[in-house]
């Protein structure tokens, strides 16, 4: 359709953008965009919060670390807007306008779409089980109501979490037997750089590829595409890469999506993996979608569940394949998806869902320096850093979550309540706690969206998790349901975040908060 746009109405002219928004409510994915510029062959600036025309067209995006300007050296250019500007609402004049402005419909005979890439047949992945997010629900809440005891049980538990032995997160018991599976090959990981060395959820990766090949007696590879691998390569071995490939070029320097496409494509199609994972961080999720559409290959996105399993329906027989679940229809179900008729199964997967390894640096491993071929015609965007967020704190590594919902009544509340507390828990346990929030508290202006848990905030495994004025929206539960103790505090005993909670407090945070408070000090 876009082609036929630039054809009929412009005549041809190249000079023009396309404006998108990031994710639909229920698919969520957010790879529709950078598929369609990779279809057509054009720059994507994704995760756009604004843009400015005059003097010259600039968009102002949210980048891997920090806020950046960026301006298209070429056009057409395709924008992504996410979360960017006030909701637009109906006036007399654009109604008016809108009234006389012609409208076009289009099917896809209409814009000679190919029928076979087109609609569900079209599509290079399955859904292969829906089912509610209640089913993976294992907690009986236990209720507590004298504040010293709780703060005993607290104890209790979080030392029991910590000895708990960190499993690399895939459930064991895949019998492959004497059948020969759908795929072969390796399963890879691609790992993302972050100053001198990887992404922490590249490296979170690299232990679930370590389960997911075990039960088919494959290798597990991880491909990183920079100017200079330093010591990275060392790091991926000692956390379970049996190969790592390395692709050095000068070219790979910043991080310009077409040029990374390039080499991961060409990488992916050298060596045919049979998987490839991604982390879902903002960079992973601009790669991901274009790598896998250039290779023809079906992408799940946001995954938080990766198991190998079986497949049949009909006449499709899949064996030892990898099953990828992630939340759908605005995390009201969870999906289980199948990749077929590509070579490799590709998926992003959401930080801090899974835990990374113990590094191993005696682990030994082999290391291949594939040359790839990148296309120069390819610079087409020049970036200006604005802010950094370098320095901000991250709740993703804390050991434990105090978070707060729409039950605080207003900022000030969250903050006297939660400040203490925090500082009184982190005392007892001799703990990194911080504090974070639902998306209603952010909304509130509690906090800012940096410290929010959730489908559209973090994902964080704490070893304790504290959720007071939370009601337990699956949105948020799918945030924080791996997090090894959770306790709930909330006025309504029917809440649902207490289907989740290993010790839940039913009351009013104006008095269970300072009471608990009180009972940490005397204990601490
Ligand atoms: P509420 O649902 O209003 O719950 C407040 C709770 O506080 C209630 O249970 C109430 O009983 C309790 N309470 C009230 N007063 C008191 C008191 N005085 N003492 C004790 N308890 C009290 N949400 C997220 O959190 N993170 C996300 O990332 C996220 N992403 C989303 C993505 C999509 C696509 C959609 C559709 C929604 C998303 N949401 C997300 C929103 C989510 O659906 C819920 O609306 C939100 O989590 C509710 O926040 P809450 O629990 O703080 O507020």
Redesign the pocket.
Known sequence: AIRRVEREMLEGSRDYAIVTGMQS?DG?TAQVPPQIAEELGIAHIAYAQGLRREPELTIRRIAAEGTEDVKPKCLPVLITLTAATEPLYRSFAAAREARIAEIHEWDSASVEADRTRIGLKGSWTQVHHLFSPSEARTKDCEFVSDPAELVARIKALYAAAGEAVIADGVEDGYQLGDRDPTYHGEFWVYAEPEGDGVRSVSLELVGVARGLARPLGEKVGAVIATDDAGTRPRSLIAAGADVVYVVEHPLLSGFDPLYHKDALAQVVQAYRPQAMLFGASPLGRELAPRVAYACRCGLTADCTKLEIGDYQKGSVDLVGVLQQTRPAL??NVMATIMTKDSQTQMATVRPGVFRAPTPDPQRSGEIVRPEVELDVSGVCLIKTPVESFASTVSIRDAEVIIA??????SKADFDRHLNPLAEGIGHLLGADTKVA??????EDGCTTHDF??????QTVQPRLYVA?????????I??MQGSDVIVA????PK???FEYADLGVV????T?IPALTQALEVQA
């Not at 707060?404 to 009544?409: D, K, L, Q, S």
């Open positions: 409510v969520d605005g995390g707060g919902g729409h039950g605080f009544r929030a639902s998306r209603m508290a952010v929010q848990v959730g489908q559209t905030g007071i004025g939370i009601s337990g929206a699956i949105q948020h799918t945030g505090i909330n006025k309504d809440a649902k975040i009351g009013d945070i104006e269970v």
